[in-house]
C-alpha cells in the first residue's frame, strides 16, 4: 500500500491556493520549520496506530482475513486517514502527524519508527535552534494560515485519498440491510455500522440459490404455460371435429324432415284426388240418372199428344195401355232433385307432429370436448382395484363418460379380449377385479345427446403388489441385528420394499408399529435391533400404486446369535430332521454315493454349512454330541471346498472327535494341522463362540464350563458355521443362546 506524502514534498503547495494576505509566500524554510515543529508531537498518532493494530485484528479474524496481509493493510491505511481527518491540528500539524501515521502503518514496532523520526529530523532541529525567539509567532501565524487554506487544501486532499482507497480497496463483505457489497471497514466505523453483513463469498451463495430457486419456479411455469398451450391446441382442434360433427347433424336432421313434409304432401295430395273423382262420379252417375227421366218424359208427352190428336175414338179407347194410365204411374214415381254431393271439399288439418319432433330432435348443444384423464395418485390402487379420477376443463353438458381400460402387457390381443369398457355418472371409478402389480392403459370419452368427445390422452395405472413371502428358514440375526430375507409376490418387478418392526411386550401383543424401514431395493434387509428383545416383523411390497399388504409376520428373538442350515449345502448320506436344527446320518459304506447332489453339496464330508453369520462382533452356539460318533464341527468360508473334508483347508477351522482303541481323541484342525491337546473329559456339549473383532474362535465344554481351545485367525470374510458325521449318529444344534459368563474367563 502505497501513500504519496504529499505534506513533505514541494508537491503540496500546488493543493493550496495563494493567501491573499501575501501569507502564502512565505519562504520554504518557513514552512519546513513548521513541519518539524508538528514532527515533534507524534505521540498521538504513534498510540492511534497502536490501538489500530489491535482492531485490524480483530476485524481480520471476524472476517476470515487474517490470512490476507494485504487486506489488512488496507483496512489500516483506511483507518489512518479517518483519524488523520479527525486529528485537530494545524495544517503542517496535519503533514507531521500523517507522516509519522504512515511511518507507524509501514514499521513493524516502535523502535523502527522511532529511528526513522530520528532521520528526518537533524537539519530542521538546527534551524530551529536559530529561529527559537521567533517560534511562538509564527507557530501562531502558521495555524491562521492552515485554518484559513484547510477549506480547500483540505478538501483536495481529502478526494485524493479517497479516490486512492476506492481504486485500491476492494469491498469485501455484504450489507444485508442496504443489499450492497462494502467494505468491512465501513461496517465497523462508517454507515454501515448498525447494519447487519455477511462475508461476500456467502452472501453471493446464498444469492446464487435464490436465483437457482427462481429459475426452478420459472422452468416450471414455462412447463405449465406449455402444458396449457398443448391443452389450447387440442381444444383447437375439438372445437374444428365437434363443429363437422354439429353441420352433419344438422344436415340429417333437415333431411329427414324435408323428406317427412314431402310424404306428408304427397298423401295429403292424393287423398284430395281421391275425393274429387269420388264427388265428380256422384255428380256424373246423378245426371245421366237425369237425362233418361227426361228422355222417358219427353217420348211419353210425345206419345200420348199424338194419340191425343186422333180423331179415331174407337181405337184411341180400345188402346191395351191408355195413356191416361201411363202418365199416372209415371207421375207416381218421385223424382230425386238432390245434390248426391257438395261441391265444397272436406277441411283436412294437416299433421305437422313428425316433422316438429324432427325439428325438435336438432339440438344445439354441441359434442362434449375431450376430457383430461389424471396420473395415478398416491396410494390409488390395491392389489385387484384401482381409483381412475379425470376431469372436464370445459361447460359441456355431459350425461355420462365412457372409460375404457385394458392390460398393458396385452397390447397385441385383440380388442374384443383385451378392451374393457364402463360407463359411469361421475369424473371417477374404481376398477375392481384386476392383477396384482400389473400396468393397465385408461382412457375416457365424454357423452351426450349429441354426440361422443374424441377420447382422452391415455394414461398408465399400476395395481399395488402382492404381499412378499418371508423366507423364515433364511433368518439370521444376533443381540443386536437381525438379516431378513424374502422374495416377492409379483412376477414384474416392484419399487422398493419396507419393513415393520412391532415390539413385542408383557403388557400387549406387539401389534403397533414401533419402526418402519421404508426404500429397501432388495430382497434382504439387514436391521439393527435392542439386545434381549422379541420382535415381529412384517414385509411390504410398493410401487407407483401403493403398498400391499403385510406378509405373515415372523418371530426374532435377540438373545443370542440364530442361524439356519443350508439344505443346499448337505451331503446326500446327510438328515435334516423336522426341528431343523438336527442332523443325523445311518449310514457310511459309500460316502461317494451316487445319489443326486447339489451344485453346491459336499461330495466327500459327509456335512452341511449353516447360513453366513454377517453380523460383527461376538457369536454363540452350542452343538449336543454323543460319545460313540466321530464328528468335525466349527466354521468356514463360503467357498471352502465341498469335494474335500472340514478343517483339511486353510477356509476351514473345526473341532475334530475321533474314538481310537485307547482313547477318545481331539484334533483342532486348520490346514491339516493341529496341536497336541488331550480333553480328559469328553465333552457332550459343546460351545463355540465367535468373536469377528479379536480375530478368534473358541471351543468350550459347555457342561462344565471349561475352555478346549481357540484359534486366533484373522477372518477375512464372514463365516459360516459348520458340522459334519464321520460315523452314524446324531448332531442337535442349538442357537439363540446367550452368551455365557464363563466365556469371558
Known sequence: FYHMDLYGSKERFDIFPEDPSGQGDRSLEDTRRDSALSSEKPQPSQEAGYDLEKEVAELAKMYGLDEDR??????????????????????????????????????????????????????????????????????????????????????????????????????????????????????????????????????????????????????????????????????????????????????????????????????????????????????????????E??????????????????????????????????????????VDLELSTLPDFEERVIDFSEAEKLMNSINAIPAPCAPVINPQAPNAATGTSLRVCWGLFSDDTVECYQLCYKPVSNERCSDEQAEHTLKVKETYCTITNLLPNTQYEFWVSALNASGISPPSERAVYVTAPSPPTIKSKKIRSCENAALVCWESGDINPVDSYMVELSKLTDEGNGDGITESIVGIPNCEVLIHLQPAQSYRICVRALNLGGSSGRSEP??????????????????????????????????????????????????????????????????????????????????????????????????????????????????????????????????????????YENCRLSFFNADIAQHLYAFNSRFQHYVHPCFALETPGILRIHTGIAIPPWTAL
Not at 179407347?317 to 191416361?324: A, C, R
Not at 435377540?558 to 423336522?578: K, N, V
Not at 460383527?616 to 452356539?621: D, I, L, M, R, V
Not at 473334508?645 to 475334530?656: E, F, I
Request: charged letters at 30%.
Open 70 to 291: 494485504e487486506k489488512e493493510l488496507e483496512l489500516l491505511g483506511g483507518r489512518l486517514e479517518m483519524v488523520e481527518s479527525r486529528w485537530p491540528l494545524a495544517r503542517t500539524e496535519e503533514a507531521g502527524s500523517q507522516g509519522a501515521v504512515f511511518n507507524t502503518s509501514k514499521s513493524s514496532s516502535p523502535v523502527k519508527d522511532q529511528s526513522t523520526k530520528q532521520q528526518r529530523l537533524p537539519s530542521e532541529a538546527s534551524q530551529d535552534e536559530d529561529q527559537s525567539k521567533a517560534r511562538a509567532e509564527d507557530e501562531a501565524e502558521s495555524q491562521t494560515w492552515s485554518r484559513e487554506g484547510r477549506s480547500s487544501g483540505g478538501m483536495s486532499d481529502e478526494g485524493s485519498s479517497q479516490a486512492v482507497s476506492e481504486e485500491e480497496e476492494a469491498a469485501d463483505v455484504f450489507c444485508s440491510t442496504c443489499k450492497m457489497p462494502i467494505r468491512a471497514f465501513d461496517k465497523l466505523f462508517g454507515e454501515h455500522k448498525d447494519h447487519e453483513v455477511a462475508q461476500l463469498p456467502n452472501a453471493v451463495e446464498s444469492e446464487k440459490e435464490e436465483i437457482h430457486k427462481n429459475m426452478c419456479k420459472l422452468e416450471e411455469q414455462i412447463a405449465q404455460m406449455e402444458n396449457f398451450a398443448s391443452h389450447l391446441e387440442e381444444i383447437f382442434i375439438t372445437v374444428e371435429e365437434n363443429f363437422g360433427r354439429q353441420e352433419q347433424n344438422f344436415e340429417v336432421h333437415y333431411n329427414d324432415a324435408v323428406q317427412v313434409l314431402a310424404q306428408k304432401y304427397e298423401e295429403q295430395l292424393e287423398a284430395l284426388g281421391e275425393e274429387k273423382r269420388q264427388k265428380l262420379e256422384a255428380l256424373y252417375g246423378q245426371l245421366i240418372s237425369c237425362g
Open 554 to 691: 415372523v418371530l426374532i428373538h435377540t438373545t443370542g446369535t440364530y442361524f439356519c442350515l443350508s439344505e443346499d449345502t448337505a451331503h446326500p448320506l446327510l438328515a435334516i430332521l423336522d426341528d431343523g436344527f438336527t442332523i443325523a446320518c445311518d449310514e457310511l459304506e459309500n460316502p461317494e454315493c451316487d445319489l443326486p447332489v447339489y451344485d453346491n453339496s459336499f461330495t466327500r464330508c459327509i456335512g452341511i454349512l449353516g447360513s453366513l453369520i454377517p453380523f460383527p462382533g461376538k457369536h454363540y452356539w452350542e452343538v449336543d454330541v454323543e460319545e460313540d460318533t466321530e464328528y468335525r464341527i466349527g466354521v468356514a468360508f463360503e467357498n471352502t471346498p465341498r469335494h474335500g473334508y472340514l478343517g483339511a483347508n486353510n477356509s476351514s477351522w473345526c473341532m475334530r472327535h475321533i474314538i481310537t482303541p485307547s482313547r477318545h481323541k481331539y484334533e483342532f484342525l486348520h490346514s491339516g494341522m493341529t496341536p497336541d491337546i488331550r480333553i480328559t473329559i469328553p465333552p457332550r456339549r459343546i460351545g463355540i463362540l465367535l468373536d
Open 293 to 334: 227421366h227426361l228422355d222417358t218424359c219427353k217420348e211419353l208427352t210425345d206419345t200420348t199428344q199424338e194419340l191425343y190428336l186422333e180423331n179415331n175414338k174407337a181405337e184411341f179407347m180400345s188402346l191395351p195401355l191408355p195413356p191416361n194410365y201411363r202418365l199416372k204411374e209415371f207421375l207416381k214415381k218421385e
